[in-house]
């Protein structure tokens, strides 16, 4: 590989997995995050920026633009915050921005400011980074009803998703989400006292190198416009592709 991967959100958890997956896979990786820790990770380009703001997603194409061909785009980057319904106005109307600039608005500015660049290059990997709340549920505690932004805000990857993968398969560009439960990262342990997993989620929860690795295996397939989900205590896999009308919500 000589491309240029470019991955939000990648100074630690998933991000970071992913990030380290593509370098040592071959490509020049790009990682950003608010996160100074990004700036550290070894053999990483590593850049602060925030992928809400329209400006830093320039910055951010341009500088991955010089490094050379961009062939993958990772949009991982997202927050998260308890949002119940019944919120004030005014807490409501601030947890959307904080959320949907993020998890949407981010998405959005930085796949446009890439597929340009993907399109001169005659192909290229989007992956969105999803939940398997999009997914059928195969257990209890999906869609939690406090996190309604959130979920609204992975949902709304799937029309990201499904749109971009049919109508950029023509230039060889590729369009996936990634929809996993429960991986061991600090996003994972900040909803629990210390950072520390309970003793039965400890013993089950995914490893991210594991979801990197199946992120890779997504790219090798030359799938396209699919949600592929991974679920705690099953195998991960990309699986059989599954019929047309089952690719995004299952």
């Known amino acids: 590989m000589s491309g240029v991967a470019i991955v939000s959100g990648a100074a630690d ?10 370098r040592d896979a071959g490509y020049d990786v790009l990682g950003f995050d608010i996160d100074h820790a990004v700036e550290s990770l070894e053999g990483i380009k590593g850049v602060i920026a925030d992928v809400s703001q329209r400006a830093d997603v320039e910055r951010i194409v341009e500088t991955a633009s010089g490094m050379g061909t961009i062939e993958v785009l990772v949009n991982n980057a997202g927050t998260h915050r308890r949002t119940p319904v019944d919120a004030s106005w005014e807490q409501a109307l601030a947890d959307w921005d904080f959320i949907m ?8 500015m930085l796949s446009r400011a890439v597929v340009p660049h993907m399109i001169a290059a005659k192909g290229g990997h989007i992956i969105n980074v999803s939940t398997y709340y999009v ?11 406090d ?17 971009w993968a049919k109508r950029l398969e023509q230039h060889n560009i590729r369009v996936n989400g990634m929809c996993m439960g429960a991986v061991d990262t600090p996003m994972l342990r900040r909803f629990f006292p210390d950072g520390q997993l309970p003793q039965d989620l400890s013993d089950s929860v995914m490893d991210a190198a594991d ?4 992120m890779l295996d997504i790219m090798a397939s030359g799938r396209t416009g699919e949600n592929f989900g991974a679920w705690v205590g099953e195998p991960i896999t990309i699986g059989e592709q599954p019929p047309l009308h089952k690719r995004i919500t299952g």
């Open 211 to 214: 979801i990197a690795q199946q």
């Open 13 to 22: 958890g998933l991000g970071k997995a992913y990030a380290e997956a593509l």
């Open 135 to 145: 997914l059928p549920a195969k257990s209890d505690g999906t869609n939690q009803p």
């Open 101 to 108: 600039d993020t998890n949407l608005k981010g998405v959005m």
């Open 147 to 163: 996190t309604d932004l959130y979920n609204a805000s992975k949902w709304g990857l799937n029309g990201f998703t499904d749109a």
